[in-house]
């Protein structure tokens, strides 16, 4: 499908139902080389050691547990996009690290991720996906979903896979407001349901 063009997605909670779906999406890599969305659950030795088919079983065992760790995107039935949702405490390695250490203590939910098949990439659904994860944080309770997307120098990313946390653009385009820089091109960002 050319860049640009218009595409109706219907988008859901991944649920033990979904989970070949996510598998189909996510491909024998695992996504991103075989992270399977672990690398902020996770310490980095844990990672290291975990990489590929463990971590895909161990995002399985969340699912199959009733947890549900992201949304996935269709189009015409079939799985499109993904995005990563879940109250903050849930991403060990943003809770220790410097640049995204909390700014308050404030109760806040976390999008961490996003992958979009390469034939749905430039469409809007990472859009789509950012307004679905807020509803479905607000529909859980949250008032401060909070992001960490990337603001690339020069306004170039070096790698398509390079915008997996996101784009600021499409953080502020979902009504989100910058709170915190501690890195050039990552800043911290929330979105506020009753306002900030």
Known sequence: ???GTSTAFEIHPVTPDRWPDLEALFGPQGA?????????????????RDH???????MRRIVEAGEVPGLLAYADG??????????RPVFGSIERSRVLKRIDDEPVWSIVCFYIDKGFRRQGLM?????????????????IVEG??????GGRLPE??????GLVTAFRGAGFVEVARRSPDQPIMRYYADGP
């Open 1 to 3: 499908m050319p860049a």
């Open 127 to 143: 859009a789509g996906l950012l307004r679905a994860a807020v509803e479905h944080a607000r529909g859980r309770g949250a008032r």
């Open 52 to 58: 590929g088919a463990a971590n895909r079983q161990a």
């Open 148 to 153: 960490y997307p990337v603001e690339p120098q």
């Open 32 to 48: 991103y080389g075989g992270c399977w969305c672990m690398w902020f659950r996770l310490t980095r030795e844990q990672f290291r």
């Open 78 to 87: 079939r799985p499109a996009g993904w995005v990563s949702v879940a109250p």
């Open 160 to 165: 398509a896979w390079a915008a997996y946390r």
